[in-house]
């Protein structure tokens, strides 16, 4: 993977994660020294499987990838499937450790993620999966019931709140997911893939929803292969290919590098094809 | 995530878990009752009807024993699966591992509070009377609910590491289920010494018992013994919470990849 396009920043080892680009943000954002909430210094993860796949079974799924994560922003990840990037949110909410490297967080802030469907169960009401899911979040029972009007509005779900989840169309499921998830209260927020829920209607309400979540100040992590709403969303955008990071930097340029690169490969490929036919 | 929260929030999984497996059923609720007297049916019809059991009040020997030992055993083989089975969690909140088979051991205390007034009712029926000996039985059912916990921490931890434990557990609660003085009385194995020895051993056969002499017999149980067992396996939970605080990340990775 080509590491030259600009203003792509390959980070490299353990010194410092984010150079020469870091002023540029800086100024974008109008703040000169802002806190870092979350630190990934040189942090890599690998496993073993037990079976012998490759590697003698051992998976490497984060290779040496720091960065840093600064109060009030909303950092991008983008890459293809399998590239790592559920792992490095995981990795981010404290769920799994590092294998290599160090994962800081500022002491006193919490990450949580936000994914859709804490683990439903289809024989409880919305109502029961809903105060479940805020509880599961980090909620007191007192808080997550306090939520709970306001989950039922939002949803649009009206009396089928009561009802079953079994009994829901896979959009409601969407609805009640996303809604249960906004409601989660932490520093930072890692989202994972989920502003594709529903339908266009719900989709624009729940987008309208996170956007006025991150211009209130919230600090983000977004992970998304869609690449518009990362553009439109994100202030900074890291780039993941197999497991390292190619590219870190202002949104538009990373994303629009992606996508020609994802562009270049496909069209690699067909040629690839078309010669083979041949 | 302070400790009253994690146990609110464990308390809560159960019931929810509880009310799920309840919408399940036409019967409902009524099932957790049900399926344990319905082993002992199965008992009675082969042990006494069909082998033709000399002792007089053998139904409620294997009532109390097998009622008090399906606490354990459900629990456990539930429990040991309880981080593997919540692998979907797992990935996605970052909650201390040992919630897992704690909610399964408070939804198991809640379904065992019917079995056990349901056995206490049956013991009176049969004509046996409450008596001052059966406070012991809040000892002896905190003891009882220490060792299942501690199992259960344990087990859970071993199946997220290798699977193969399950298998491994569900044999040996078999075998603890011919073990534990269930069809059979550790007091009449003839020899005194072979009693001690089992009781001595199995832990399980000395918390069954006592639940036969206080229930049956209006014996209290040998509380240095039991205060033994308390003390032990109460340790085994400290244990247990501590390697699982440790190695909350490990136990997720391998939840997550195995």
Redesign the interface.
């Known amino acids: 993977m080509s590491t030259d396009h600009k203003p792509v920043l390959k980070s490299d080892g353990d010194t410092a994660p984010v150079p020469v680009d870091d002023a540029e943000l800086v100024e974008e954002s109008g703040s000169v020294d802002r806190l870092a909430m979350l630190e990934l210094d040189n942090v890599s993860l690998s496993?073993h499987?037990?079976r012998k796949s490759f590697d003698h079974g051992t998976?490497h799924v984060l290779n040496e990838v720091s960065l840093q994560l600064y109060e009030g922003e909303t950092l991008g990840i983008i890459g293809r499937n399998g590239v790592g990037k559920?792992t490095l949110l995981?990795l981010m909410?404290?769920?799994?450790?590092p294998t290599h490297g160090k994962v800081r967080i500022h002491p006193g802030k919490s990450a949580?993620?936000l994914?859709l469907g804490?683990?439903f169960?289809p024989?409880?009401s919305g109502r029961?999966n809903a105060?479940?899911a805020a509880?599961?979040?980090?909620s007191?029972?007192k808080q997550a019931k306090s939520f709970l009007s306001n989950i039922q509005e939002f949803s649009e779900l009206g009396d089928s709140f009561n009802e079953?989840v079994k009994d829901y169309s896979s959009g409601m499921r969407a609805r009640l997911a996303f809604t249960t998830a906004l409601m989660t209260h932490v520093d930072i927020l890692l989202i994972d893939e989920i502003l594709s829920v529903g339908d266009a209607h719900f989709r624009e309400k729940a987008e309208t929803a996170m956007k006025s979540r991150i211009t209130g100040g919230q600090t983000v992590v977004f992970v998304s292969h869609m690449a518009e709403q990362v553009k439109k969303l994100c202030d900074r955008v890291v780039w993941l290919e197999h497991g390292k990071v190619v590219a870190m930097g202002p949104a538009v340029e990373v994303v629009d590098a992606y996508v020609k690169s994802v562009r270049d490969a496909r069209i690699a490929a067909r040629e690839k094809q078309v010669v083979a036919s041949n | 995530?302070p400790f009253l929260?994690y146990l609110?929030?464990a308390d809560?999984?159960a019931r929810?878990?509880l009310?799920?497996?309840a919408?399940?059923y036409f019967l409902g609720y009524i099932w957790w009752v049900l399926e344990p007297f319905l082993w002992v049916g199965v008992f009675y019809l082969v042990f006494v009807v069909l082998l033709g059991s000399r002792e007089p009040n053998f139904l409620m020997f294997l009532a109390t024993g097998k009622l008090a030992f399906v606490w354990f055993s459900k629990t456990l083989s539930q429990a040991s699966n309880s981080i593997v089975s919540?692998k979907?969690?797992?990935?996605?909140?970052?909650?201390p591992m040992s919630l897992f088979p704690m909610a399964v051991v408070q939804e198991g205390l809640y379904r065992q509070a019917a079995v056990f007034v349901m056995l206490a009712a049956l013991v009176v029926g049969d004509g046996y009377a409450i008596t001052a000996t059966w406070w012991y039985l809040a000892p002896l059912l905190l003891v009882y609910y220490i060792l299942i916990l501690a199992c259960s921490f344990l087990g859970a931890c071993l199946v997220c590491i290798a699977r193969d434990f399950a298998q491994l557990i569900s044999l040996g609660v078999m075998f603890l289920l011919f073990m534990s003085g269930i069809f059979w009385d550790v007091r009449t194995l003839g020899d005194p010494h072979k009693t001690e020895l089992v009781m001595n051993l199995n832990p399980l056969a000395f918390i069954l018992d006592a639940f036969r002499q206080i229930m049956m017999y209006n014996t209290p149980p040998d509380m240095v013994h039991l205060a033994a067992i308390g003390a032990g396996f109460g340790a085994m939970l400290l244990v247990m919470v501590m390697i699982m605080r440790g190695g909350s990340?490990?136990l997720?990775?391998k939840a997550?990849?195995?």
Not at chain 1, 93 to 97: F, S, V, W
Not at chain 1, 135 to 138: A, D, P, R, V, Y
């Open positions: 496993y499987s037990g998976h559920t995981r909410a404290g769920i799994l450790g949580s993620l994914t804490l683990g169960k024989d409880l029961d105060l479940l509880m599961l979040q980090g007191t029972r079953p | 995530m929260q609110r929030l809560t999984m929810m878990a009310r799920a497996d919408s399940r919540g979907g969690l797992v990935g996605k909140i970052s909650v990340q490990y997720a990775l997550l990849t195995a």
